[in-house]
Structures are given as C-alpha cells and as structure tokens.
Nanobody, 124 residues
Framework: QVQVVESGGGLVQAGGSLRLSCTAS????????MGWFRQAPGKEREGVSC????????YYADSVKGRFTISRDNAKNTLYLQMNSLKPEDTAMYYC?????????????????WGQGTQVTVSS
C-alpha cells in the first residue's frame, strides 16, 4: 500500500522560512517524478515545483522561483521543499505527489499518488 506523508508546515511570519518534507512508503521515489502542489481556499490546486526522477531537472512556478528549492534524497525516500522569503500569498495547503510524467507546466493528472497535505500559513 502506497502512502505519501507530508510534514513541516506551520505558521510563519512573512520573510521567514519553512522546510517541507514528504516521505513515501510502498514506492521508491527514485522511480517517479515528484512534485509539490498547493491549494489556497477558493482556488485551484496549482503546481509549485517538481523534480525529475534522476534529479537532473527541476521546475518552479514563476511565483516561487528564486525563493523555493526542491530536492530529493532517494536513499531516505524523501522529498523536500525549502521555502524562503515566504509571503502571505504562499499561504495554502501543500501537497506532495508522485507521478510518471515530468513536464511543464505541471498537471495534476500526471501524478497518481498524493499525500494528505500540510498547511502553511504566512502572516503579514
């Protein structure tokens, strides 16, 4: 049984940092493209960042480029999202996902395994 579990969310002031983690069981993340999505209240779920199974290629949404960094530790079967210079508009539920297709822009349908999400709230 595949499980994807996110952690690391919380409440932070604008300008602060958080690091999200995503641990998978029942699958090896090295076999998948891994991505982070987020969904704010009343908005569509949007792709934030993804990394190819080899780790050689990454993608970032324009809104987070230069502030967020995605990384993966295949040995620990864990995906990370380092978020710096956080803004109130980054407030959302953040989801980790594993998929078979790595492309830009990110599409929810390309990812077959999802976590339950971790809440990030940035206060102004």
């Amino acid at each position: 049984q595949v499980q994807v579990v996110e952690s690391g969310g919380g409440l932070v002031q604008a300008g602060g940092s958080l690091r999200l983690s995503c641990t998978a069981s029942g699958l090896s993340i090295e076999d998948y493209a891994m991505g982070w999505f987020r969904q704010a209240p009343g908005k569509e779920r949007e792709g934030v960042s993804c990394v190819k199974w080899s780790g050689s290629s990454t993608y970032y949404a324009d809104s987070v480029k230069g502030r967020f960094t995605i990384s993966r530790d295949n040995a620990k079967n864990t995906l990370y999202l380092q978020m710096n210079s956080l803004k109130p508009e980054d407030t959302a539920m953040y989801y980790c996902a594993a998929g078979n297709i790595f492309r830009f822009p990110m599409r929810k349908g390309d990812f077959g395994y999802w976590g339950q999400g971790t809440q990030v709230t940035v206060s102004s």
